[in-house]
C-alpha cells in the first residue's frame, strides 16, 4: 500500500508542471519571429542588466512603429478592403436623470 501511494504521489508531481507547462500557447515558431524582429529593429541583447529595459522598450516601438507603417502602406496601396468607422473620445456622456433630494458629486463646485 506504501508503494502504491508513493509511486501515484511522485507521478503526480512529475505531471503537474508539465501540464502547466503545455498551456501557454505560444510556439517556437512565434517566439522565435519575435526575437528576429526585434533584432531587425536593432536590439541586439546587451549584457548589461541596466540598459536591458531600455533597449528592449526601444527596440518594441520601433518595431511596433515599422508595424503600423507597413499596416497604413498596405491600407494606402490599393490591395485589400477599404476601411472606414469613426472614433469619438473624450466625450461627455449623457446627464444621468435627477432623482429629487441628491445631488451630484459635482454639487456647488
Not at 22 to 34: I, K, L, M, N
Not at 90 to 107: D, L, N, T, V
Request: positive net charge; hydrophobic residues 40%; proline residues 5%.
Amino acid at each position: 500500500m506504501k508503494r502504491i501511494l508513493i509511486a501515484s504521489l511522485l507521478t503526480a508531481t512529475t505531471a503537474l508542471p508539465v501540464a502547466a507547462f503545455a498551456q501557454s500557447g505560444v510556439t517556437r515558431a512565434q517566439v522565435r519571429a519575435e526575437q528576429l524582429e526585434l533584432q531587425q529593429a536593432g536590439y541586439r541583447g546587451t549584457t548589461s542588466d541596466a540598459t536591458y529595459p531600455s533597449e528592449l522598450l526601444a527596440a518594441e516601438q520601433r518595431s511596433a512603429a515599422r508595424n503600423a507603417s507597413r499596416a497604413s502602406g498596405a491600407a494606402n496601396s490599393g490591395s485589400g478592403p477599404a476601411m472606414s468607422g469613426s472614433s469619438s473620445s473624450g466625450g461627455r456622456a449623457a446627464p444621468a436623470q435627477e432623482i429629487p433630494g441628491f445631488h451630484s458629486i459635482y454639487f456647488g463646485s
